[in-house]
Every structure is written in C-alpha cells, then in structure tokens.
C-alpha cells in the first residue's frame, strides 16, 4: 500500500544535539511538509518542498534544516539552535502544492529532550 | 489577514447525539476547505473536502459539511455519535496558495 513512513516514532535529543527525522512516501507525490505539533496550537509549517532539490521556509523554520535530494524523501533535521524542540512532527505529502489535492500524513515522531 | 478558527477546543456530546464541530475562515475569495481527524499519537487523515462542486460534502464515518459563503463557514456535523468518533478534529483550508492553514483543532469527547 502506497503511504508515507516516519522513524523514528519516539526521538530523544540531548542538549546541543543535532537530530533527523526522516520520512519517506511511496505516492509518487512531488509536494512534501514537515509540521510542528503542540497541545492547543494545530500544526505549524517548518519547511515544505514542491520539487526535488528546492524547498521553502515556513512559518517556524528557525531552528530546523532540511533536504530534498530524490523525490521520495524528505527529511528534517533539528538542529541544537532550537531551543524548545520538544514537540510532535508530522511529514505530509500532496500530488500538487495548494488547491483542491489533500495531504497525505504519516504517522509522526514525538521528539523530547533528555 | 486571512486565518481559520474553530469555534470550541474541546466538545462533549452524548453517544447517539449531533456532533456538530464549528470552523470559519476569513478570506474574500472562496478557498479549498478540509476536514482532518487526528487519533491518539497518529498523523491525520482525510474525512471530507471542499472543491466548490457541490456546498455539502460527505466524507468517511457518516461525517459531511456544508460550505456557506455568506457565514464564510463549514461546519462539520454527523446526526449520530459514535464512541469510535472520539478524537482530535481539524479544519484546513488553502487560501489559493501552496500551503494550508490549520485551526488550533477541536477534541471531541464522546459520552456513553
């Protein structure tokens, strides 16, 4: 079955610690999120990318880098200059960027710091 | 500025009852509209959309909602509640460019 796959499902990240948290689709889709996930706020766009080798800043990049080398795979890493990461991550994927094509989300990773 | 709300952060009904979940958005042009559930620990799924072919959307789990321009609305409602219904509800919409905006979502509590 065609999805998206997150892994970890739980991260922990020590104290000036940089972590990636991958995620991989299998819908041949060429639109793909990350978000950020706090109790009470919705999701918060990081980084999105609607081609292979180009992505854009989101709402809350600072803190977060990420890449886009094949057209599968999005992985965001959370670099030690965000201070607060504790939170859980959503990877998402679309056929196009915007208009009437859903999301399609994976599972998440909860990341906490020790 | 444009923005969604969901009126409610958490509802309770009855087992049996109405479930009717409250999102609004601001925008002077029609957009794309969504309705995602989320369970515990779990990404989001899909339950119903809006395209502008028709004002009432049916979706999974006997949800459907209805858009009304002139309330810039699209409430989520189900006429019988379910246990299975209880979770997390969000409401996205695409204001006509490559990103959604979510609401802050609404927890349904189901109550036997």
């Known amino acids: 079955d065609g999805g998206i796959t997150q892994s970890p499902k739980y991260l922990f990240r020590k104290e000036g610690q940089n972590v990636t948290l991958s995620c991989e689709q299998n819908?041949?889709?060429?639109?793909m999120y990350w978000y950020r996930q706090d109790p009470g706020q919705g999701l918060r766009l990081i980084y999105y990318?609607?081609?292979?080798?180009?992505?854009q800043k989101g709402d809350i990049a600072e803190g977060y880098s990420v890449s886009r080398e094949k057209k599968e795979s999005f992985p965001l890493t959370v670099t030690s200059a965000q201070k607060n990461p504790t939170a859980f991550y959503l990877c998402?994927?679309?056929?196009?960027?915007?208009?009437?094509?859903?999301?399609?989300f994976g599972d998440g990773t909860r990341l906490s710091i020790l | 500025a444009q923005s969604v709300t969901q009126l409610g952060s958490h509802v309770s009904v009855s087992e049996g009852a109405l479930v009717l979940l409250r999102c609004n958005y601001s925008s002077s042009v029609p957009p794309y509209l969504f309705w995602y559930v989320q369970y515990p620990n779990q990404g989001l799924q899909l339950l119903l959309k809006y395209t502008s072919a028709a004002t009432l959307v049916k979706g999974i789990n006997g949800f459907e909602a209805e858009f009304k321009k002139s309330e810039t609305s699209f409430h989520l409602t189900k006429p019988s509640a379910h246990m299975s219904d209880a979770a997390e509800y969000f409401c996205?919409?695409?204001?006509?460019?490559?990103?959604?905006?979510f609401g802050t979502g609404t927890r349904l509590t189901i109550i036997p």
């Open positions: 819908l041949n889709h060429d639109a």
């Open positions: 990318s609607q081609i292979v080798n180009d992505f």
């Open positions: 996205a919409v695409n204001f006509g460019n490559e990103k959604l905006t």
């Open positions: 998402a994927s679309s056929s196009e960027s915007g208009g009437i094509q859903p999301q399609h």
